[in-house]
T-cell receptor
Framework: NAGVTQTPKFQVLKTGQSMTLQCAQD?????MYWYRQDPGMGLRLIYYSASEGTTDKGEVPNGYNVSRLNKREFSLRLESAAPSQTSVYFC????????????FGPGTRLTVT | GQQLNQSPQSMFIQEGEDVSMNCTSSSIFNTWLWYKQDPGEGPVLLIA?????ELTSNGRLTAQFGITRKDSFLNISASIPSDVGIYFCAGHQGNKLIFGTGTRLQVFP
């Protein structure tokens, strides 16, 4: 049981490049989340998917898009990367109806130059 | 956006000491949670609190849900080197968690 997995673990992009961060969970959870973590800022919610087929904006959605591919997978796309998107990105999942008990992946460290 | 205020921002303590940290908000939450993040890893849930005044323990960790529902406290007793990490509080709001800014704990032998 791997829990929440994320790929890649590290990535360096040039300004303007695009990329997709992948996330998968094997806990049969309905809800999935994408956060970014910046020094001194804690974790801020980018987008979430309460259940398969739905997505909603979080606190900092600008510059990102998401796709809930199926119940297991939730991807985050940066269409045109900017230096302000340099951060550590975490994916999380939870049971439907228990959104406060979230299980996190190991993170993707992204640098945009 | 809303964030929770955690204090202290960082702590440097000796192994065996007790640790206290807290989290405050201008909003009321119905659920408070405490997470720990080890270096290079994602946060892991330590304790969940579901009602005002609740006191819950998990081994050497004890957390309390404040009576006003606007704050929470975490205590670690008899600290050990593996307690090193960042501790985050979080409040549940709708479908989302609002996270605190974190308390970084260093434990020296």
């Amino acid at each position: 049981n791997a829990g929440v997995t994320q790929t890649p673990k590290f990535q360096v992009l040039k300004t303007g490049q695009s990329m997709t961060l992948q996330c998968a969970q094997d806990m049969n959870h309905n809800s999935m989340y994408w956060y970014r973590q910046d020094p001194g800022m804690g974790l801020r919610l980018i987008y979430y998917s309460a259940s398969e087929g739905t997505t909603d904006k979080g606190e900092v959605p600008n510059g990102y898009n998401v796709s809930r591919l199926n119940k297991r997978e939730f991807s985050l796309r940066l269409e045109s990367a900017a230096p302000s998107q340099t951060s550590v990105y975490f994916c999380a999942s939870s049971e439907l109806g228990v959104p406060y008990e979230q299980y996190f992946g190991p993170g993707t460290r992204l640098t945009v130059t | 956006g809303q964030q929770l205020n955690q204090s202290p921002q960082s702590m440097f303590i000796q192994e065996g000491e007790d640790v206290s940290m807290n989290c405050t908000s201008s909003s009321i939450f119905n659920t408070w949670l405490w997470y720990k993040q080890d270096p290079g890893e994602g946060p892991v849930l330590l304790i969940a609190l579901y009602k005002a005044g609740e006191l819950t323990s998990n081994g050497r960790l004890t957390a309390q849900f404040g009576i006003t529902r606007k704050d929470s406290f975490l205590n670690i007793s008899a600290s050990i080197p593996s307690d090193v990490g960042i501790y985050f509080c979080a409040g549940h709001q709708g479908n989302k968690l609002i996270f605190g800014t974190g308390t970084r704990l260093q434990v020296f032998p």
